[in-house]
Structure formats: structure tokens, C-alpha cells
Nanobody, 128 residues
Framework: QMHLVDSGGGLVQAGGSLRLSCTAS????????MGWFRQAPGREREFVSA????????DYADSVKGRFTISRDNAQNTVSLQMNSLKPEDTAVYFC?????????????????????WGQGTQVTVSS
């Protein structure tokens, strides 16, 4: 498993922007699909976005399409989530995650169970 450290959360007004980042160590970062999930108080953790190991394929939850952008830098072992036009309903703890490494296919995963390594979480609060 890789060790993941995510950061960049904070308090922002509705309509504002934040950029989350995640740094990986202890594994071959370039072989893993990377994702972002979030969990609000009293709610289940939900999928936000994912990016394939090459960075060529991405996916987003319908609720964030057009507002969030995921990216990765395999040379720096980092994945980022640029969040624009933030809404109060985006308030949650955001977690980066790494799927099991793949030596063959450039895949996208959206299920929690497809990921084996998780960051500690970073709080995002959007005020109205």
C-alpha cells in the first residue's frame, strides 16, 4: 500500500475556489488509478473524481462536473483536485485514494472497494 497525505482544505465562501493536493510515497504511483472521495457529517462517503494511471482518462460525479478538475503528476507522485464555483453542499471531508496497481490496463474506478490506500482527509467548508 502507498502512504497518502492530502491537504489544501479550508473555509471558503460560496462561488469560491480551493485546490486540494495529495502526495504519495511507498509505492509505484504511476501504476495506480487515483481518486477523490468525500464524506459529509451523517452521510456516507461518496465518489467525487478519479484519474487513470496515465492521466489520459478521468471521471467525475454528476454533482461536480464542470466545476472540479482532477490532475496528476507522475514525476512528482501527486494528484490534485481543483474545485471552482464551490457550493455549500460541497462541504465535507475530502480523501484522496489509490487503487491497486495495474501493469496492463489504464482504468477508472468509482467504488470505494476498488481503492486500497487512503489519505487522512482534509476538511472543506463552503459558507453561503
Amino acid at each position: 500500500q502507498m502512504h497518502l497525505v492530502d491537504s489544501g482544505g479550508g473555509l471558503v465562501q460560496a462561488g469560491g475556489s480551493l485546490r486540494l493536493s495529495c502526495t504519495a510515497s511507498g509505492g509505484i504511483f504511476s501504476l495506480s488509478t487515483m481518486g477523490w472521495f468525500r464524506q459529509a457529517p451523517g452521510r456516507e462517503r461518496e465518489f467525487v473524481s478519479a484519474i487513470s494511471r496515465s492521466g489520459k482518462n478521468t471521471d467525475y460525479a454528476d454533482s461536480v462536473k464542470g466545476r472540479f478538475t482532477i490532475s496528476r503528476d507522475n514525476a512528482q507522485n501527486t494528484v490534485s483536485l481543483q474545485m471552482n464555483s464551490l457550493k455549500p453542499e460541497d462541504t465535507a471531508v475530502y480523501f484522496c485514494a489509490a487503487a491497486r496497481p495495474s501493469f496492463a490496463l489504464d482504468l477508472i474506478f468509482t467504488r470505494q472497494n476498488d481503492y486500497e490506500s487512503w489519505g487522512q482527509g482534509t476538511q472543506v467548508t463552503v459558507s453561503s
